[in-house]
């Protein structure tokens, strides 16, 4: 019997590293990935079926050869390291998703996972809860921007021979053996644990949906699982039930499961633009058969806790190149990488 071939772009990735090895369990899987961050695995990690290392910007047909399905994680992964170069951003997050997609339907790739982001929902009142639908998109940084336009594209392409859904993810936190630190309930933890505050960076008041990294990964899975009658052309919120918190919130969460730890605003961002509270109805209804989220704060909180103790993290892992994306770009702009963010004489 043959095994459907997956494609996961941006493999290597902190979400990616997780999907990967699960996915692995029930698929051909193809990753693809320009290799920015395949050190920065602090334990070791088990490959992909076969690995191909090339920017996504030049992703070509025979990439996709014998490819079933898509999941495309690849992308500048975030709001403050969308804003290094907001052309550089489109480029990649927009301009190579649409070369992908096209690609992938003319390659007869029957479904495309798209990974967006809740980042398009921007700055929005927060006595009410987004959907996916009704509620206003209000992009206020080139990453969020990039992901709406890519999910409005993809739409044109979705028909019968082409099932293409897009999630959107709350700010994922979690165990990765790519573990980043630099999402905030993670460094809330890290911090934590590695200098005993509990640092917060704004007011505390912005609101926060977060979501655990392997329950993201169980909902791209149901976008490959889910009878394409089901999720044909739709987005969905990645969340959990009462999924929405304030940063004071996660931080008041990190010291429960560590009491001797002080709580300290720092004052460095006392005001933060994004906030705003998201509703997860439709995932949760709609693919409830396939979508079963089981992580909370806590349970997250601790499996961070043992794993720091397991690989005896310490401060310099938690404020270093390998747990920060952006320290980790900016780094590698200094001899491996050119200002179009490729690598300089090819060499990785």
């Known amino acids: 019997m043959k095994t459907n071939k997956i494609l996961v772009t941006g493999n290597l990735g902190y979400i990616g590293t997780v999907l990967t090895d699960v996915l692995k369990d029930s698929f051909d899987v193809v990753g693809y990935d320009s290799g920015f961050f395949k050190d ?10 076969k690995q191909i290392y090339k920017d996504i910007r030049d992703i070509s047909i025979d990439d996709l050869k014998e490819i079933d399905f898509v999941i495309h994680l690849a992308a500048l992964s975030n ?6 170069n907001p052309s550089l951003t489109n480029e990649i997050n927009f301009l190579s998703t649409k070369k992908l997609a096209i690609l992938s339907k003319e390659n007869g790739v029957k479904r495309f996972v798209y990974v967006s982001s809740q980042s398009m929902y921007g700055i ?6 987004v959907d996916e639908i009704n509620s206003e998109k209000n992009p206020v940084t080139e990453y969020a921007k990039t ?4 999910e409005i594209f993809l739409n044109t392409l979705n028909d019968e021979n ?3 859904v897009s999630f959107r993810p709350s700010t994922v936190f979690g165990v990765s053996p790519r573990l980043r630190s630099d999402i905030v309930f993670n460094n809330l933890v890290a911090c934590a644990y590695t200098t005993n505050k509990i640092e917060i960076k704004s007011d505390g008041t912005p609101w926060r949906p977060v979501i655990h990294v392997r329950d993201v990964v169980s909902a791209l899975i149901a976008g ?7 999720i044909s052309g739709k987005s969905y919120n990645v969340g959990i039930k009462d999924g929405n918190y304030t940063v004071k919130d996660l931080a008041d969460a990190v010291k429960k499961i560590m009491p001797k730890c002080e709580i300290i605003f720092t004052g460095e961002h006392l005001v933060d633009p994004r906030s705003y509270k998201v509703s997860f109805k439709r995932i949760l209804n709609e693919l409830n058969e396939y979508y079963k989220p089981s ?3 806590e349970k997250g909180g601790l499996e961070l806790i043992n794993f720091f103790n397991e690989i005896n993290f310490t401060e310099k892992d938690f404020r270093g190149t390998k747990t920060n994306r952006i320290a980790n770009i900016k780094e590698k702009l200094k001899s491996q990488l050119d200002n179009n963010l490729r690598y300089i004489n090819n060499v990785k």
């Open 79 to 84: 709001d403050p390291l969308g804003e290094l």
């Open 147 to 150: 992901k709406w336009d890519a």
């Open 224 to 230: 490959i699982n889910a009878p394409s009658k089901v």
């Open 295 to 297: 992580w909370t704060l």
């Open 162 to 164: 082409f099932t293409v």
């Open 40 to 49: 920065c695995n602090l334990v070791d990690v088990s490959p992909p079926n």
């Open 124 to 129: 929005s009142d927060t006595s009410i809860e």
